[in-house]
């Protein structure tokens, strides 16, 4: 079954702002630019909780390791549109 781009882009959103309704963030609302650790002031381990969910709500490993490692060291920052198309692409590949 081929999960669109715009579902799973929603999903996400939603996701987002269930975990950071309750911090005091100064932003208009979660965007595709909208940056984990500079714009939701994302720790460790939020993208760690971020990740167990997706993989529980999508029902499936997505190999997350992919996205967070790039020349064998964690990316600094992730934008929810990398992560939408990440996740696309491994619902669909």
Same mark, same amino acid.
């Given at each position: 079954? =081929? ?17 950071? =309704?309750?911090? #005091? ?10 940056? @984990?650790?500079?714009?939701?002031? %994302? ?11 997706? #993989? #529980?709500? %999508?029902? =499936?490993?997505?190999? %997350?390791? =992919? @996205? ?13 549109? #990398?992560?939408?198309? %990440? ?7």
């Amino acid at each position: 079954m =081929q999960v669109t781009e715009t579902n799973i882009h929603s999903t996400i959103i939603n996701i987002l702002q269930d975990m950071t =309704q309750e911090w #005091e963030l100064e932003l208009d609302g979660i965007t595709g630019n909208t940056k @984990l650790v500079e714009d939701l002031s %994302f720790a460790s381990v939020d993208i760690i909780h971020l990740v167990v969910t997706l #993989e #529980e709500h %999508f029902k =499936q490993k997505l190999g %997350f390791d =992919q @996205l967070l490692m790039r020349g064998g060291r964690y990316v600094d920052d992730l934008s929810v549109g #990398e992560i939408v198309t %990440f996740v696309t692409q491994k619902l669909n590949g």
